[in-house]
């Protein structure tokens, strides 16, 4: 029950974090996913498809702001909306 004709076109980069200029706040109304070198990511924080890096959260490392550091992986990547 998709309905794509409504839906915004997907940007190179994306960032989940509000303070980041690369978050785009009318992208998360939908459900968006994230495919990584051809497998499905859940833990993805922001990517780019032009440059081939997503940037996923450390598990256990913080900033000196309390936010978690971003792990940066490269290769392959496919947004889509779900």
């Not at 940037?55 to 978690?68: E, T, V």
Request: glycine residues 8%; hydrophobic residues 35%.
């Amino acid at each position: 029950m998709n309905d794509t004709t409504s839906l915004p076109a997907l940007p190179d980069r994306l960032s989940g974090n509000p303070r980041s200029p690369h978050h785009v706040a009318a992208i998360f109304e939908h459900n968006i996913g994230i495919r990584f070198n051809g497998k499905e990511r859940t833990d993805v924080e922001e990517y780019c498809i032009s440059e081939g890096w997503v940037k996923i959260a450390s598990p256990k490392a913080l900033d000196r702001r309390g936010q978690p550091l971003l792990i940066t992986l490269k290769g392959t990547v496919e947004a889509y909306y779900l």
